[in-house]
């Protein structure tokens, strides 16, 4: 989520950020006693604090078995992947001795998995398209890491949807299962489709899918997605519509790939992520046949000391029959170059580049807030605080378009992102664009 944000507050959040480390003492919660380089034989494994969560869901994550040797590094990148669960408010990893033998304990402190959350969404930064609403998260709700979300919104594009997320229906197996289903009544964002029909106008959509996942190993992850799209407009033009009729009937089925080797995902310093995906929509019903394809490649690396870098690339594209404009590539919504926020370029395809560099403030701080009537863990966090430096560039243009660097727009600029994990993060960032011209953003979530 993002907004035009006013330039007088960002000086306010600066001195606030700076002076936070001045009021918190052993900031650090790293509680394990080797170094990095040491080496130490892991001869048994305790979990504490899982209340609810099931011991096979942690155990899952780890990249050693007891009876390897591992190195402080290897257990600390260990301890950041069992955090990016989402499931605890702290993860500590300690090793005790007993009777001469080395004991991994894991101490969890979980965090609060039943939540409403409150939803905002300005399109082309009008406050008169604003959408508004509540989600409903119910995380973990059997100790397996399920998860289920229930969603309505109503103003600019009113929608409610439902999912369900469960990976682990068969653990020995690794086969997890998802479903989803949603309505929205989606306002057009093509101003291709604006100007062939002369105006503005609404979507119906009706999307549900189920998805079978297979988790190889750690970093690995494979997924077989079917489902079927209802899609209404008011007008029976092909490209507005796949079919050229006002109602798009779409069966679709999709193959996805995930290779994840970052430490903590939400924020990470070192690893690599690689999305690849590919659909075919349609199976030529009503005359229906064209596929989405999409990759996005990133690396998180430490440059030295605590300063580390990372940079994405990300390319999307439709190609087959007729593509119709609701399936089109877009920049400036989801995907967006910071110093453009809301010009919107479109085509079939589309490709961002990203490098952001970071160096924290407060690396990590344990946040626990006695609030009457209201369990701990609802209001324990932990929280981080960085200073960023970034760099955007991408286009969007279709098959035909000459892809060339000069056409592509860029934004470059410095923000300072709260982390508030294992929720979310609220970035505070100022662009300027290839034009000299210069934009406040406040954002919700993760640059990448």
Do not use: C
């Given at each position: 989520?993002?907004?035009?944000?006013?330039?007088?507050?960002?000086?306010?959040?600066?001195?606030?950020?700076?002076?936070?480390?001045?009021?918190?003492?052993?900031?650090?919660?790293?509680?394990?006693?080797?170094?990095?380089?040491?080496?130490?034989?892991?001869?048994?494994?305790?979990?504490?604090?899982?209340?609810?969560?099931?011991?096979?869901?942690i155990l899952r994550e780890l990249t050693f078995q007891i009876g390897d040797s591992v190195s402080g590094k290897t257990l600390r990148f260990n301890r950041e992947r069992v955090f990016s669960l989402r499931l605890f408010n702290q993860v500590e990893f300690k090793i005790e001795k007993a009777s001469d033998k080395n004991v991994l304990v894991i101490q969890l402190t979980e965090s609060w998995y039943l939540?409403?959350?409150?939803?905002?969404?300005?399109?082309?930064?009008?406050?008169?398209?604003?959408?508004?609403?509540?989600?409903?998260?119910?995380?973990?709700?059997?100790?397996?890491?399920?998860?289920?979300?229930?969603?309505?919104?109503?103003?600019?594009?009113?929608?409610?949807?439902?999912?369900?997320?469960?990976?682990?229906?068969?653990?020995?197996?690794?086969?997890?299962?998802?479903?989803?289903?949603?309505?929205?009544?989606?306002?057009?964002?093509?101003?291709?489709?604006?100007?062939?029909?002369?105006?503005?106008?609404?979507?119906?959509?009706?999307?549900?899918?189920?998805?079978?996942?297979?988790?190889?190993?750690?970093?690995?992850?494979?997924?077989?997605?079917?489902?079927?799209?209802?899609?209404?407009?008011?007008?029976?033009?092909?490209?507005?519509?796949?079919?050229?009729?006002?109602?798009?009937?779409?069966?679709?089925?999709?193959?996805?790939?995930?290779?994840?080797?970052?430490?903590?995902?939400?924020?990470?310093?070192?690893?690599?992520?690689?999305?690849?995906?590919?659909?075919?929509?349609?199976?030529?019903?009503?005359?229906?046949?064209?596929?989405?394809?999409?990759?996005?490649?990133?690396?998180?690396?430490?440059?030295?000391?605590?300063?580390?870098?990372?940079?994405?690339?990300?390319?999307?594209?439709?190609?087959?029959?007729?593509?119709?404009?609701?399936?089109?590539?877009?920049?400036?919504?989801?995907?967006?170059?910071?110093?453009?926020?809301?010009?919107?370029?479109?085509?079939?395809?589309?490709?961002?580049?990203?490098?952001?560099?970071?160096?924290?403030?407060?690396?990590?701080?344990?946040?626990?807030?006695?609030?009457?009537?209201?369990?701990?863990?609802?209001?324990?966090?932990?929280?981080?605080?960085?200073?960023?430096?970034?760099?955007?560039?991408?286009?969007?243009?279709?098959?035909?378009?000459?892809?060339?660097?000069?056409?592509?727009?860029?934004?470059?600029?410095?923000?300072?992102?709260?982390?508030?994990?294992?929720?979310?993060?609220?970035?505070?960032?100022?662009?300027?664009?290839?034009?000299?011209?210069?934009?406040?953003?406040?954002?919700?979530?993760?640059?990448?």
């Amino acid at each position: 989520m993002k907004f035009h944000f006013q330039p007088k507050y960002i000086y306010a959040i600066i001195y606030f950020a700076f002076s936070i480390p001045n009021y918190l003492s052993a900031v650090e919660t790293d509680s394990l006693s080797i170094k990095n380089d040491e080496i130490v034989k892991i001869d048994s494994i305790r979990i504490e604090g899982n209340e609810t969560t099931k011991d096979f869901i942690i155990l899952r994550e780890l990249t050693f078995q007891i009876g390897d040797s591992v190195s402080g590094k290897t257990l600390r990148f260990n301890r950041e992947r069992v955090f990016s669960l989402r499931l605890f408010n702290q993860v500590e990893f300690k090793i005790e001795k007993a009777s001469d033998k080395n004991v991994l304990v894991i101490q969890l402190t979980e965090s609060w998995y039943l939540y409403p959350l409150p939803m905002f969404r300005v399109q082309d930064g009008d406050f008169k398209k604003l959408t508004y609403g509540v989600n409903l998260s119910y995380r973990n709700f059997r100790g397996r890491n399920e998860s289920l979300h229930a969603a309505i919104g109503f103003g600019y594009n009113p929608f409610y949807s439902l999912s369900y997320e469960n990976p682990t229906i068969s653990y020995e197996n690794g086969i997890g299962l998802s479903f989803a289903f949603s309505y929205v009544k989606s306002s057009n964002k093509s101003e291709n489709a604006k100007s062939i029909v002369g105006e503005d106008y609404t979507n119906k959509m009706y999307l549900q899918s189920i998805s079978l996942s297979k988790i190889f190993n750690q970093f690995n992850i494979g997924f077989l997605t079917v489902g079927f799209n209802y899609i209404e407009t008011p007008y029976s033009i092909p490209g507005i519509t796949a079919s050229g009729k006002n109602i798009d009937r779409v069966p679709f089925a999709g193959l996805t790939y995930i290779y994840d080797s970052r430490d903590l995902k939400q924020f990470s310093e070192n690893g690599l992520y690689t999305f690849v995906s590919f659909y075919h929509n349609g199976f030529s019903t009503n005359d229906i046949s064209y596929n989405l394809f999409s990759i996005d490649f990133r690396e998180y690396r430490k440059i030295v000391d605590d300063i580390s870098a990372k940079w994405r690339v990300k390319y999307k594209t439709a190609f087959g029959n007729v593509v119709p404009f609701y399936d089109y590539s877009y920049l400036g919504y989801s995907d967006y170059i910071r110093g453009h926020l809301h010009e919107v370029r479109e085509g079939k395809s589309f490709i961002l580049t990203s490098l952001e560099v970071s160096h924290p403030i407060v690396k990590e701080w344990n946040l626990h807030v006695k609030i009457p009537f209201l369990p701990e863990k609802f209001t324990s966090a932990r929280i981080g605080i960085y200073l960023t430096s970034f760099f955007d560039t991408g286009d969007a243009f279709d098959r035909n378009d000459q892809l060339a660097i000069k056409n592509f727009y860029y934004g470059y600029g410095f923000g300072i992102t709260f982390l508030i994990l294992p929720y979310n993060a609220v970035r505070f960032e100022y662009a300027i664009n290839e034009n000299g011209k210069g934009e406040f953003v406040i954002g919700t979530g993760f640059s990448f």
